[in-house]
Each structure stands twice: as C-alpha cells, then as structure tokens.
C-alpha cells in the first residue's frame, strides 16, 4: 500500500523568502508519479508541480521547485520568492502507475507574511 | 488547460432527503472519474473510483447504498448522497483523468454538503 507522509501540520515564511515543504513516501513500485497540489481557501484543487520516478533531474515550474531523492522516498517542495498568494493547504500526492489511486499526505498549512 | 465542472458547489437538504451532485470533464473524455470527502482541516480521502459505462469501485468502508455512482458518459459521472443525515455532512470533491493517460488528473470545484 502507498502511504504519504507530511511531518510539517504548518509552516510560515515571509514574503518573497524560501520555503521548503517536505514529503515523505512508500511504495512498492518502481514506475509512479508524484503530485503537490495546492488547495487556497476556495477549495479548488491546483497542481502545483510533477514528477516522473523515473527521471532524475528534479521538476521545476517556476517559483516552485522539488528536491526528489528516489532512494530516500522523498519529494519536497521549495517555494522561491514567495508571494501572499502562496498561502495554502499543500498535498503532496503519489500515484503508482497502473494505478487509479491518487494517495495524498494530510497536508501542510502554509502562511506566508507580509 | 482542462476543465472539470462541478455542481452545485453547495447545497443543504433536510435529513432523509437525497442529493445528486454532477462532475463534468468540459473539454476531454475521461473513462475514470474518483469522488473524494473532505472533513475539515484534513485530507482528501477517496471514496469510490468511476468507470464509465460499469459499476463504480468503493474504498473500504464506504457505503455503496449509501453514496450512489453514476458514469454514464465520458464526460459526466453523479454522486448521490441517499437518505442523507448530518454526518453526511462533508466537503465532495470529484476529479477526472484524461482518457490515454495516467497522471493528468483534473479536479473539480467541489461541493458543500449541509444536512440539517
């Protein structure tokens, strides 16, 4: 079974800092994708950043960035020069291919002050 | 980019009553559509997975009778909510995958159920 772990319930940062987001995973498979979607008070699901397990050069788009160490099972989000509009739930998410099943962590709240 | 319409975004029903809410994919066809709960402050927990023109796939634990599925086309699949009562109470998300593909996964805006 996949599992996603999010250690971090919260974090902040202040505007137009750096923040990384860590994610922890487990799965058995070798061939998966992994997803932070970002969810703002309206609720609206956003994918945020995607990765393929099977490249090694780490996603960026953007500000947003992900240090994803395969060995580790770990995939993170570093956010650049944040912006007020950062500020939302995260879900780091894992998906195994062959699979329907999108597995998320139980997120990370971030704020981001002015 | 894709779009997944939901609706309604919010409803409240009296208890004993059913409610239908509707997930659209606007612009592409998606063979598998997945309904999501949402309590507050938590994660999204999947509750079924929607296969268009068969019967829907429940997560353990969650009631069949209870939150009906429907995927009657490529491009629409309903979620039921039977004889709700106030524990029903929930944020429903659905989102939809791209037909030929894996990992694009588009979701919808969700709805509000309220059950007096």
């Known amino acids: 079974a996949q599992t996603v772990t999010q250690s971090q319930p919260e974090m902040s940062v202040q505007e137009a800092e750096t923040v990384t987001l860590s994610c922890t995973y487990d799965?058995?498979?070798?061939?998966?994708?992994l997803f932070w979607y970002k969810q703002p008070p309206s609720r609206q699901m956003i994918l945020v950043i995607r990765?393929?397990?099977?490249?090694?050069q780490n996603a960026t788009e953007n500000r947003f960035s992900v240090n994803f160490q395969k060995a580790a099972k770990s995939f993170s989000l570093k956010i650049s020069d944040s912006q007020l509009g950062d500020a939302a739930m995260y879900f780091c998410?894992?998906?195994?291919?062959?699979?329907?099943?999108?597995?998320f962590g139980k997120g990370t709240k971030l704020t981001v002050n002015p | 980019g894709a779009v997944v319409s939901q609706h309604p975004s919010w409803v409240i029903c009296k208890s004993g009553t059913s409610v239908k809410i509707e997930c659209r994919s606007l612009?592409?066809?998606?063979?598998?559509m997945f309904w999501y709960r949402q309590f507050p402050k938590q994660s999204l927990m999947l509750m079924a997975t929607?296969?268009?023109?068969?019967?829907?796939?429940?997560e353990q634990g969650v009631e069949k009778d209870k939150f009906l599925i429907n995927h009657a086309s490529l491009t629409l699949s309903t979620l039921t909510v039977t004889s709700a009562h106030p524990e029903d109470s929930s944020f429903y998300i659905c989102?939809?995958?791209?037909?030929?593909?894996?990992?694009?996964?588009?979701f919808g805006s969700g709805t509000q159920l309220s059950v007096l």
């Open positions: 998410s894992v998906l195994q291919g062959g699979s329907e099943k999108l597995v």
């Open positions: 799965t058995s498979e070798s061939d998966y994708y």
């Open positions: 990765q393929e397990a099977y490249k090694q």
């Open positions: 612009d592409f066809q998606a063979t598998t």
């Open positions: 929607s296969n268009e023109g068969s019967k829907a796939t429940y």
């Open positions: 989102s939809a995958r791209e037909f030929g593909t894996n990992e694009k996964l588009f």
